[in-house]
């Protein structure tokens, strides 16, 4: 270990901690306002980097029309749910978003992607395909059942992510991809060789975090997501539609996992299941901030992403076991305090 190995580590660490910090971004906004624990992120992590992969080669990627699929099964559930309710207006505005949506996305692809037209344009299209799975997965999975236990919550995200998982092999393939960046060059800072994709990460999570706290700050329905995180049902009452929360709760989550995939892809090689370890580590950034502090996941991420450059460096083959491990003094002390709280509140 010298200076130069310490720097290396060091950026790579901060690379991939600015990964997992939008990782933990995501779940911590889909927990605070839907108390689910979504299981699946790491598969949009997947699919986004795998669907840029197969659109660089020319090629339709199936996400493009399991997501109309989606749409369809997400209609048919919600015109279901609201059978006798529902008015036409209603039903056409769920179609327009659902379906029509999706269509025109699989068609403009289907024209595009045989082309190979420009890398923005891929990465663009690769984001448009995976985003709009987030809400209809919502409808599908989780708005039935909004109102259930935790636990019940946790078990349909378990079995999303079964699901997406098994469908990215029959999708991809087992075969491991790895996409083509658009920063290639590389350049000196203050002794340090940084890559331009390392560059992009670190400028890319800065950008979605402020616009995150710019969406949350000043937008009427960044408010509304707030209103329903501290507090469903008085968000309900006050006009807010948790459902609407929801939707664009896993929307959010969607899109911010498939430009993680994106931006990672070129510097680390996709499997059909390399999503979820992905997912899991922003999720130990997530528990560390409690599932509430946005500035304390992030930060908590960034440590996280050290922490297993550290390990490889030392130790590869247990690299993944102290990263999950470092949730531990994180959970005792948690513990140890609500217990302490708790006896100085009967005292």
Same mark, same amino acid.
């Given at each position: 270990m010298d200076l130069g190995i310490l720097t290396a580590l060091v950026?790579?660490?901060v690379t991939n901690g600015a990964i997992y910090a939008l990782l933990a971004l995501s779940l911590t906004i889909v927990f605070a306002v839907t108390r689910v624990i979504y299981v699946p992120q790491g598969e949009f992590v997947t699919y986004g +980097?795998?669907?840029? *992969?197969?659109l660089q080669q020319g090629i339709v990627p199936s996400t493009a029309y399991f997501s109309v699929v989606l749409g369809l099964m997400a209609l048919g559930v919600s015109a279901w749910s609201e059978r006798g309710e529902a008015s036409f207006v209603r039903l056409s505005r769920l179609a327009l978003e *659902? %379906? @029509? =949506? $999706? %269509? =025109? !996305?699989? =068609?403009? #692809?289907? *024209?595009? +992607? $045989?082309?190979?037209p420009h890398p923005v344009i891929q990465m663009l299209l690769a984001l448009a395909i995976i985003t709009p799975m987030g809400s209809n997965i919502y409808r599908i999975a989780f708005q039935p059942i909004a109102d259930a236990s935790a636990l019940l919550l946790l078990i349909a995200a378990v079995s999303v992510h079964l699901v997406l998982t098994g469908l990215g092999l029959f999708f991809f393939g087992a075969e491991g991809f790895r996409t083509v960046g658009m920063f290639e060059d590389s350049f000196s800072l203050a002794g340090l060789t940084v890559t331009g994709q390392a560059m992009a990460i670190a400028l890319? #999570? !800065?950008?979605? @975090? *402020?616009a995150l706290f710019t969406f949350f700050e000043k937008t009427l329905l960044g408010k509304a997501l707030r209103a329903t995180a501290l507090n469903r049902i008085g968000a309900q009452l006050s006009g807010i539609a948790p459902t609407l929360s929801g939707r664009v709760a896993f929307s959010l989550a969607a899109f911010i996992g498939a430009l993680s995939g994106i931006l990672i892809g070129p510097i680390t090689t996709i499997y059909y299941d390399t999503g979820f370890i992905i997912g899991l580590k922003g999720f130990v950034a997530a528990i560390i901030g409690g599932l509430v502090s946005f500035p304390l996941a992030a930060i908590a991420a960034i440590g996280v992403g050290i922490v297993e450059a550290f390990s490889s460096f030392w130790s590869s083959q247990l690299k993944e076991v102290i990263v999950f491990m470092t949730i531990i003094p994180v959970l005792l002390w948690r513990s140890m305090h609500q217990t302490f709280v708790e006896a100085e509140e009967e005292e």
């Open positions: 950026q790579d660490g +980097a795998l669907s840029l *992969a197969f *659902a %379906v @029509v =949506l $999706p %269509v =025109l !996305i699989l =068609l403009t #692809t289907i *024209a595009l +992607a $045989p082309g190979k890319v #999570t !800065i950008l979605i @975090v *402020a």
